[in-house]
Structure formats: C-alpha cells, structure tokens
C-alpha cells in the first residue's frame, strides 16, 4: 500500500474505480510532468448521490462533501494514468464548478471541500492554486463538479 493509499484509508476513503467518460474525451491526460483531468462528477458507485442547485434545496457543507467525492473521482483519473499517487509532487490547480442557485455567492466554500482534501493527502504538496465558478447547470445535474492539474515525477 502506497503513502496517499494509507493516508486515504486514515481518513477513511479509498479511490473509486475511474468513471466511465459520458463523451468523447479521456478521463485524463499527461503532458510532460503535468496530469490533467477531465472534470469530475461525484459519483458513487456510477451514480450521484444528490443533484441540484447549491443554495436552492443543497447546503454548503453537503455540496463541499461532494466536491470532496469528486475530487477522489480526479485523483483515481490521474492514477490511471500515471500507476500511483505517490508519484504526485505538487497538486498545481484545482478547478471547482458549482451549480449554484442564482443568489448563491459562497462558492468557495463548496470548493474547500476538493481542497481540504487534498491538502490532508499531500500536505505542503497539496497547496495549489485554485478557480471556484458558479455555474448555471453541470451535467446530469450534478452540484458540483471537480477537474485537476497535478505535477508528478
């Protein structure tokens, strides 16, 4: 067991199989050191565990939960990609896309979600530069939905 696989089980999670893509794309690429993924829903076990806005029937705190989720959804993305997240060295750059009710401002919050996990993960390496963009709508009407730039070696 890897350092991130046994820091996931202390925190008990553990990373889902890679989603199946809904489109034409993979659900993530190397270019260099870099791995970037495809935006990633919160799916567990194929499916979402809620939909919606956020602000209009979903929490901050359940919403930020979610984007946690997802963010496991990246993290295995990248994995498969490049066959362990110990070779991760620094989290670059998240992006949080929320789907947000229209008088909802706390987009950041949700995104703490993505963000408070990683740096639990990869401590100092977990820092990272960070977008959260309110949208009108995401796929499947998902609340949230996570995509990641990671350096490895």
Excluded: C, W
Aim: proline letters at 7%; charged letters at 15%.
């Amino acid at each position: 067991m890897g350092v991130v696989e046994s820091r996931l089980a202390e925190l008990g999670r553990a990373l889902p199989p890679v989603a199946t893509p809904a489109g034409a794309y993979v659900p993530a690429v190397v270019a260099g050191s870099l791995v970037h993924t495809a935006g990633q829903l919160p799916f567990v076990g194929g499916v979402l565990p809620a939909t919606g806005k956020v602000g209009a029937g979903l929490s901050p705190e359940a919403a930020a939960e979610l984007a946690a989720t997802a963010a496991l959804n990246a993290l295995a993305a990248a994995e498969s990609v490049i066959g362990s997240l110990d070779r991760v060295t620094r989290v670059v750059k998240v992006v949080v896309f929320v789907a947000s009710d229209p008088s909802f401002t706390a987009q950041p919050t949700v995104a703490n979600g993505a963000s408070d996990l990683l740096g639990e993960l990869f401590g100092e390496a977990g820092r990272h530069a960070r977008s959260a963009v309110g949208v009108a709508v995401l796929p499947l009407d998902s609340p949230v939905e996570v995509e990641l730039v990671l350096e490895f070696a």
